[in-house]
């Protein structure tokens, strides 16, 4: 345990410890901080604790205004800051608890910063790698018979986002405008989204990148996944809609995705891993592993309407409804030689669970319109109003004690008028 004092529903727990960049009135830099509790440890105050065989080498990454030169360090780097955390954070040592002075400059508290984004993110690949959600969206657009494509259950797909509008949880969202054809029968029309959604996703960034050329094994996949985030992939269904073919989502997705501010480490997951789904038919070679990568986090959205006065949770999934693994994910885009790079961003796409609470969408959760969700007082949405504001939350249950993320939020903004 620490001397740092952690509530059992906080989710930022001892055996947590993730990674973010934040500032202060005080003191506008962005710089890394690691979160547990209340409390923020910044790590340029004490990067001359990190004595270790790598780090000894590398402090000045704690200097720097993104994880991206940490998480370029690789692996052993990685393991030997937590492991290096968790002995000044502890209840039995005395160098951090016992320094008055040392104290006082290395920690802030959550409520006094301000968060930014984790890390200056190259790219952004999306991946479409809940079965469940596959399988809903397929029905509705091409029939039972015909939801998942070919290739579905041979390969995780995915496609290339736009790495510029992602943003940091707090960053309102305004509504698109754009191309929508409501009417098969007559000609596209322009104007703000009517079906703009939310996506309950998760994202993990890449640490070590790889040569281009030089395909990353799935064997080593896990030495080049850094950790996660939550993430809304927020979407204009009907822009998207009339958009889509035949190159795939742009104007519908491209306008703002939102992340979680703070990283969690790969190995504060790993205790919560669960048997990999089954697969049939069984994955190509280059797909496969054996060692346990679906992860037990349970997560929640909720949505407040601007007249609620509470918000109302409108989806209970969990991140182990994944057929995919994040494994699998990313030994899939490298196979053909493309390289990724530290601080690259891969979502897993919408996650959606077998039954209707855990749809991870607003067009799954209102089919299509076909039905309402209900936020209760009165309060209905098939999708999003201008002034809603949607939270994403997610952790880990231990004994006593949480593996989170923090929230995931943002605000819709009324469209720009043109």
Not at 366 to 374: A, G, L, M
Request: charged letters at 20%; a negative charge.
């Amino acid at each position: 345990m620490s001397f740092i004092n952690v509530d059992a529903a906080s989710d930022f727990s001892f055996q947590n410890l993730p990674y973010g960049i934040f500032s202060t009135a005080e003191n506008t830099k962005h710089r890394i901080g690691v979160a547990i509790g209340d409390q923020i440890l910044d790590l340029s105050v004490v990067k001359s604790l990190f004595q270790g065989p790598v780090m000894s080498k590398h402090q000045d990454v704690f200097e720097q205004t993104t994880l991206n030169a940490f998480m370029a360090l690789g692996f052993e780097a990685w393991r030997e800051v937590r492991r290096t955390l968790q002995v000044l954070l502890a209840a039995n040592e005395s160098m951090l608890r016992d320094d008055s002075s040392l104290r006082s400059r290395a920690f802030v508290h959550q409520s006094a910063a301000t968060m930014h984004l984790p890390a200056d993110i190259g790219d952004y690949t999306d991946f479409y790698s809940s079965r469940d959600h596959a399988t809903n969206v397929g029905t509705m657009f091409r029939g039972k018979e015909n939801a998942l494509m070919p290739n579905w259950l041979r390969l995780p797909v995915g496609y290339h986002g736009r790495a510029s509008s992602i943003i940091v949880s707090g960053t309102p969202i305004r509504r698109p405008s754009g191309q929508m054809r409501p009417d098969q029968k007559k000609p596209p029309v322009f104007g703000p989204s009517k079906q703009l959604d939310i996506e309950l996703e998760m994202a993990f960034f890449v640490g070590g990148g790889n040569q281009l050329g030089e395909p990353i094994p799935i064997d080593k996949a896990h030495k080049h996944i850094f950790g996660m985030v939550l993430m809304n992939d927020w979407s204009a269904r009907d822009i998207q809609s009339w958009e889509y073919v035949p190159l795939g989502p742009f104007l519908g997705k491209n306008f703002g995705t939102t992340i979680s501010p703070w990283v969690v480490p790969m190995e504060a997951l790993l205790p919560f891993a669960e048997a990999n789904p089954i697969q049939d038919p069984e994955p190509l070679s280059y797909l496969q592993h054996q060692d346990a990568y679906t992860f037990n986090i349970n997560l929640f959205v909720s949505l407040k309407g601007q007249d609620m006065e509470e918000a109302a949770t409108i989806c209970r999934s969990n991140y182990k409804y994944m057929y995919w693994t994040m494994k699998q994910q990313l030994t899939h885009h490298t196979v053909n030689g493309c390289n990724v790079r530290p601080g690259d961003l891969l979502a897993s796409g919408t996650i959606s669970g077998p039954d209707p609470e855990s749809f991870g969408s607003m067009l799954e959760l209102s089919w299509r319109e076909t039905r309402n969700i209900d936020l209760g007082g009165g309060e209905t949405r098939t999708f999003l109003k201008d002034e809603d504001e949607v939270t994403i939350t997610g952790y880990c249950q231990g004994d006593g004690y949480r593996v989170g993320f923090g929230p995931c939020m943002g605000t819709v903004l009324p469209a720009l008028h043109h």
